[in-house]
């Protein structure tokens, strides 16, 4: 039998001026909101000025949340997760390319100077 433990919720951190800046997917709102503005490495680290805004839908699965943030995203004109993953990949797909020109580059090098 299906059981579901955790509902899933989407959210929105908003700024003082009521201006969308995240949205975000989670199974426990409190100690997410907690860990965005306590968390030394995160975007909003010490900020006082937000505060976030539960969509009032809960989700059954993670994945109908994350498709939930994906629209939000898009609406507020931030960029998707699924999108900034995208990136992510091109740029370690472009550096590591760069390194396997480099380390021909230099092994042709080496060639030239042995003939």
Request: proline content about 3%; glycine content about 4%; overall charge positive.
């Amino acid at each position: 039998m299906w059981k579901n433990n955790y509902w899933h919720y989407v959210y929105e951190l908003i700024d003082s001026e009521n201006k969308v800046i995240y949205v975000g997917e989670t199974v426990n709102p409190g100690t997410r909101f907690r860990e965005h503005i306590r968390k030394k490495s995160g975007k909003f680290y010490g900020r006082t000025d937000i505060k976030m805004c539960i969509i009032p839908e809960m989700f059954i699965t993670k994945k109908h949340a994350y498709w939930k943030q994906i629209e939000l995203q898009k609406k507020y004109n931030l960029i998707p997760d699924n999108e900034k993953q995208f990136l992510a990949n091109i740029r370690k797909s472009f550096s590591d390319k760069s390194k396997k020109l480099s380390n021909l580059k230099e092994q042709a090098l080496r060639n030239i100077n042995n003939l």
